[in-house]
Structure formats: structure tokens, C-alpha cells
């Protein structure tokens, strides 16, 4: 009788316990996605979403201020197009309007990658790409002379662009390229070696860029690339050139078709609405 009793106790308190422990445990929960039990898919125990959306208001209607920016920009572009200098007429008048954006770092990187996807994008095959890293005074503000070096690495279907100063890494960029490659040019067409990683060091004294080196590297291999900067699109993708075999792709048509780097010219603005800083480019066509 006394042992039946115990095992009564015991039991009462075990359940005592565990709606101690529920209480606790719902008291302190904290939500921070929200989980969804799905009845008719009983494989299915529940769906989570992580970072869930969610609505805040601004002191800003975005509507009105797209809109706004659109008809000043086609105003100035409109304004400019008959000028010789279309670029710094934009420009100027942009600055007028207070649009300018403060430099960054990541400017240099973007500079290099923006020509790369722009190579990649390119509806002709066998061309030969060619392009310079542009000035840029912001680079040396602090110090007449800095030192760069722009690493990419092959990731699944999508390059890794990393600028590294001082062998920190100070901006990151992804780019649609399935794999690193070179060539050389009497293989051009027809066969391309894989890299594992190429990198491009530079230097920029009073906002002038200048290539120290350039290189991939397969396997135990270190190859010398192209400073110029040139890159050959064929059918096996855009590949980087072997620096011993620079003369034969910078020979012009009929030998090579050269497409110079951008096509296109862009401009970066960064204007203040309210409270509100909107950043927004364009590209003109020649």
C-alpha cells in the first residue's frame, strides 16, 4: 500500500514539474520567425522563415522622388547632349544639384568588375576585350600612394572578387563567370587552362593606377598575365591572356577584333531626398 502511494507521489510531482518547466519555457520564448504547421502535408512538420518582411514608414514617398530625379535627370541629359564633353557637362550640372557621392574603396573593385561582367555580357564571341582601371582621387586622400591587390577565386558557377589592402579585405564582389581561365594564342578558340586563383596588383599615386602584376596561379604553376589589360571571349568563356602571348591579341582587325572597355559611359549619383539618400546610376550609349 505505502509503495502504491510513493508511486502516486511520485507521479504528481513529475507532472508538477513538467508544467514548471512548460511555464518557464513560454514565459522567457522569444518569436523571431514565424513557423507554420501544414495539416494536409503530414510529411511536412512546419515551414520557417527566416528574416521575415516586414513594413515601416518613412517620412519620404519614394513614388514621388523616383519620379522627380527621372525628370531632372533626362532634363540635364537633354541639356548636355549637344555638348563635346556629354561626361563632364553631366557632371558639373549634377554637382550643381548636390548629387555627388562620396568616394569609397570599393570603387576600385567595382571599377575592374564592372568591365569583367561587361566582357561576359558581350553578344560577340571571339573578341578580344580591352580596358584601363580609370583614375580615381578618393584612392589617395589619405596617403599619395597606396598598394592593392584585386584577388579572384572560383566558387560554384560564380567568381569571388575580393580587394585586399594591407592583406585586409576591404571590399567584396561576386561576378556571373563560371570558372578562371587563361589562354594563350594559338589555342585561343579551341582550349583554355583552368586557374585557381588570379591576382592583379596595383598601385595608385595621386589617384593614377598603374598594374605592378598580374598573375594565376594552377596548381604549383605561376602564370604571368596580361597588364594591358586585355581579355579574349570565345566560345569556352572569357579567358585572361597569357603575358608571353600579349603581341598576338593586341594585334588590330583582321587578325583580332578589339572591343574597348566600357562601351558604354556610366554615371553614379547620390542624391538627398528628406531624410532619405538615394543612389542611382546611368549608362549612355555612344
Not at 87 to 96: D, L, Q
Request: with cysteine; proline share 1%; aromatic share 10%.
Amino acid at each position: 500500500m505505502k509503495t502504491k502511494k510513493t508511486k502516486e507521489w511520485i507521479l504528481l510531482l513529475i507532472v508538477l514539474i513538467i508544467l514548471i518547466a512548460a511555464a518557464i519555457h513560454f514565459n522567457n520564448a522569444s518569436i523571431t520567425g514565424a513557423a507554420i504547421k501544414q495539416e494536409e502535408e503530414n510529411a511536412i512538420i512546419g515551414q520557417y522563415s527566416i528574416m521575415p518582411s516586414f513594413r515601416a514608414k518613412l517620412n519620404s514617398n519614394a513614388e514621388d522622388d523616383y519620379r522627380l530625379l527621372r525628370e531632372k535627370l533626362s532634363s540635364i541629359i537633354a541639356e548636355c547632349k549637344q555638348e563635346t564633353d556629354l561626361g563632364s557637362c553631366i557632371n558639373s550640372k549634377a554637382s550643381e544639384l548636390g548629387w555627388e557621392c562620396l568616394g569609397e574603396d570599393s570603387d576600385i573593385l567595382h571599377d575592374f568588375t564592372s568591365k569583367l561582367q561587361e566582357c561576359i555580357n558581350l553578344e560577340e564571341k571571339n573578341v578580344v576585350c580591352k580596358f584601363f582601371f580609370d583614375d580615381n582621387d578618393y584612392a589617395n586622400k589619405r596617403k599619395n600612394k597606396r598598394s592593392f591587390e584585386i584577388r579572384l577565386t572560383s566558387l560554384y558557377k560564380k567568381v569571388k572578387a575580393e580587394l585586399i589592402e594591407n592583406k585586409k579585405v576591404a571590399a567584396t564582389e561576386y561576378i556571373d563567370l563560371e570558372r578562371l581561365q587563361y589562354t594563350d594564342y594559338n589555342n585561343k578558340d579551341s582550349k583554355s587552362a583552368n586557374a585557381g586563383l588570379i591576382a592583379i596588383k596595383l598601385d595608385y599615386v595621386y589617384g593614377k593606377p598603374s598594374i605592378d602584376e598580374a598573375y594565376a596561379v594552377s596548381g604549383n604553376s605561376k602564370i604571368d598575365l596580361s597588364k594591358t589589360f586585355l581579355l579574349y571571349k570565345s566560345d569556352n568563356g572569357v579567358n585572361f591572356i597569357d603575358e608571353s602571348q600579349q603581341t598576338g591579341f593586341e594585334v588590330a582587325s583582321p587578325a583580332n577584333k578589339m572591343i574597348e572597355l566600357p562601351k558604354a559611359q556610366g554615371f553614379k549619383f547620390c542624391a538627398k531626398t528628406g531624410n532619405v539618400v538615394v543612389k542611382f546610376a546611368v549608362k549612355l550609349s555612344d
